[in-house]
């Protein structure tokens, strides 16, 4: 069994499968380590497969009407969810995502039905915004300032750095005034 909001799917031949991603990033780059960087939880998902009779096609109307539905705001609709998988996942909230297909068997006289939802309001996704990014807290200069304006005294040279100085001056053609 499958419901939306409390409204029931019908159909029969209801198969659910759910996935979870555990998303991470190889950091072992050419190398053979197994090194890995955690990405976050990625949201969980129910693949719906279903089928319907062409004389029900009034449940296939109404489930394209939930798929399609959207709120206020223009954003598809996030559904409360009931479905023995989808509890032992702890996926309580769901949204329509992807391409619903509806393919015909004339030789049964049904479509099958194949449909994704995708888990919105995650226990990882509220956890993760309840988290208060940690504060920068404001750092107190210590010790005393320098004064920009203060002009920088030129240090006597020695008698050898004058003799240095001077060849070097001379060797690069340049005036070799010694101070």
Do not use: C
Not at 94 to 102: L, Y
Request: charged share 25%; proline share 1%; aromatic share 4%.
């Amino acid at each position: 069994m499958l419901a939306l909001n409390g409204q029931k799917i019908k159909g029969s031949e209801l198969k659910l499968s759910a996935t979870l991603s555990l998303a991470g990033e190889d950091l072992s780059g050419s190398s053979s380590m197994s090194a890995q960087a955690e990405t976050g939880d990625k949201p969980q998902a129910l693949a719906v497969n279903m089928e319907i009779k062409y004389d029900n096609a009034k449940d296939l109307t109404d489930l394209l009407n939930l798929a399609k539905a959207k709120t206020d705001k223009g954003e598809r609709v996030t559904y409360d969810v009931i479905n023995h998988t989808a509890a032992a996942m702890a996926i309580r909230h769901v949204r329509f995502q992807g391409d619903i297909s509806v393919r015909e068997d004339a030789s049964y006289e049904l479509w099958k039905i194949s449909f994704k939802l995708v888990e919105q309001r995650s226990v990882a996704e509220i956890t993760e915004s309840r988290q208060e990014a940690s504060k920068v807290t404001d750092q107190a200069a210590t010790g005393t300032t320098v004064s920009d304006n203060v002009a920088p005294t030129a240090e006597e040279l020695s008698s050898f750095e004058k003799v240095m100085k001077w060849t070097d001056s001379q060797i690069a053609g340049t005036s070799g005034e010694v101070q």
